[in-house]
């Protein structure tokens, strides 16, 4: 089926530093979705792109989609120790309900 | 505060006894899911409920069995489990099942089998 490759797989980044991480799919994807999950938490949905060369911003956090819509990014601005945790995109498969990516986890030192 | 509520956090099992996990929601959402998550693993899909009708069932094995009572309540029923069916158990509503809507995770269930 329909996958997503997500890199790097682990981050660590002192604070203040910069952070992206990358979702990479062989085919083209109709959205992708963004979600954080901080250590011992559950998911909390940040973002959804839908069109062709997408960008919107929240605060620090700017995510991309890629103009043939499949690749996506979130780049972090200044980490600040309050970005700790795992950052998974995720697509919806025709037919089927959400598939995410395996993550990118993110530590930050302060 | 989580808008979809799991109930108990933490539950703690031996491989012959039967318990059940519960989820509750009142946004008005018609899909409601079941998710498995290891440690350091992305959600793992197991069933999709839409509009109260089983629409997705990931072959996951008959000793986990879905109920959906009603449009608020998702249940989880288990029986027999093994040990490596410990993980944590989200429930997640959206507003419907397609057209990417954002999805809503409740805390969880943490499940540890003996």
């Known amino acids: 089926g329909q996958q997503v490759m997500q890199i790097p797989q682990y981050q660590h980044v002192q604070e203040g530093e910069d952070f992206t991480t990358y979702c990479n799919s062989s085919?083209?994807?109709?959205?992708i979705q963004w979600y954080k999950q901080r250590p011992g938490g559950h998911p909390v949905f940040l973002i959804q792109l839908v069109k062709s060369g997408e960008v919107k911003k929240q605060k620090r956090l700017t995510f991309q989609f890629g103009e043939a819509k499949k690749n996506s990014s979130l780049h972090i601005t200044a980490t600040q120790t309050t970005d700790v945790g795992t950052y998974f995109c995720a697509f919806n498969q025709a037919g089927t309900a959400l598939i995410f990516g395996k993550g990118t986890t993110l530590s930050v030192s302060s | 505060d989580t808008e979809v509520t799991q109930t108990p956090k933490h539950l703690v099992m031996g491989m012959t006894n039967k318990k059940s996990l519960k989820c509750e929601q009142h946004?008005?959402?018609?899909?409601m899911y079941w998710y498995k998550q290891k440690a350091k693993k992305p959600p793992e899909l197991m069933f999709v409920y839409s509009y109260e009708k089983l629409s997705i069932n990931e072959s996951v094995p008959s000793r986990f069995s879905p109920e959906c009572p009603n449009s608020s309540l998702l249940n989880l029923h288990l029986h027999a489990l093994q040990p490596e069916d410990s993980a944590l158990y989200l429930c997640a509503s959206s507003q419907e099942r397609d057209r990417g809507w954002p999805q809503h995770f409740g805390d969880g269930t943490r499940l540890s089998i003996l």
């Open positions: 085919t083209t994807l109709s959205n």
């Open positions: 946004m008005g959402h018609r899909a």
